[in-house]
């Protein structure tokens, strides 16, 4: 199973920009989904999670302002950012989540979003 995010960028504050994630390989399995990122020098961060029938969970430092969405044809999940701050700037990963797995099983590359004051 491979993920694959793209999307990330230099944005300034008030800005938006969208991450997408799409799963490869044999991903029968995939439950859950979602977002995780990762500032410099901090640990990583749950961003947020969906589930295969669409449940969100949401950081409370993001609910409000990002959205998260999946396309389960494609097995792709989106990262919608909406008035991104400076705090916002990190390493996002997608990951997903086998079935009845309480942690996620698989990783993609990280993609690095700026936002600048």
């Known amino acids: 199973v491979q993920l694959q995010a793209s999307g990330g960028g230099l944005v300034q504050a008030g800005g938006s920009l969208r991450l997408s994630c799409v799963v490869s390989?044999?991903?029968?399995?995939?439950?859950?989904m979602g977002w995780v990122r990762q500032a410099a020098g901090e640990q990583r961060e749950m961003v947020a999670g969906i589930s295969s029938d669409g449940a969100t969970k949401y950081a409370d430092s993001v609910r409000g302002r990002f959205t998260i969405s999946r396309d389960n044809g494609r097995l792709a999940v989106y990262l919608q950012m909406d008035r991104l701050n400076p705090e916002d700037t990190a390493v996002y990963y997608c990951a997903a989540a086998r079935a009845y797995s309480s942690t996620w099983s698989y990783w993609g590359q990280g993609t690095l979003v700026t936002v600048s004051s």
């Open positions: 390989g044999s991903a029968g399995a995939i439950d859950r």
